[in-house]
């Protein structure tokens, strides 16, 4: 299950061969440093991949010496991949878009859109009152808790409040294009974040 770390460029569109045309996102994937090797027969237990992405000088000390040691430039974000076979790999190689190829399926993770105080119906998708016959509950919650027993609201109530920002998954995306040079692919749908959201992309098997 390779991945790459990732940012979210914007989405467009793409015609198929056959003609057919699909929304598609573009992100921008790697290059990414190999910055350590975790493997299943050491201490780690496990097989995996650090990756650095996009270089940057803002790092402390514990920081700079991990990439001081495999000699690279620093990097502002790090994330591990699982991978079933480490000894295709070694630390300090840079892994880019070729990774992928058209037609794979992958799994993008990242994080949803900030969209601050929202109120039930936008949160929570909540019907709300009607629109005539005097109602004044048109997106109000309406009742939400008992009187004498338990005295409370109930834990995990469906309130208003912070909307988004939020991590998520979606899988099953179809890449439709990898441009190599440019370290961009092109995957059918959208995928969660802004532009210039950093976003995990993994190789579906």
Known sequence: MIGLIGKKIGMSQIYSENGVLSPA?????????????????????????????????????PQRGIFKKQGLSGMKVMREFRVENVGDYKEGDVLK?????????????????????????KRHKFKGGDDTHGCRANRIPGSVGASSDPSRISKGKKMPGH????????KGLEVLLVDAEKNVIFVKGAVPGSRNGIVYVIKQQ
């Open 97 to 121: 878009a070729d990774v992928f190829q058209k037609g794979d399926n992958v799994v993008v993770r990242g994080v949803t859109k900030g969209r601050g105080f929202a109120g039930v119906i």
């Open 25 to 61: 996102t573009a992100i921008e994937v790697g290059p990414c440093a190999i910055v350590q090797i975790k493997s299943g027969d050491g201490k780690d237990g496990y097989n995996a991949l650090k990756l650095g992405f996009m270089e940057s000088d803002k790092l402390n000390k």
């Open 163 to 170: 909307y988004g920002v939020a991590n998520l998954t979606v």
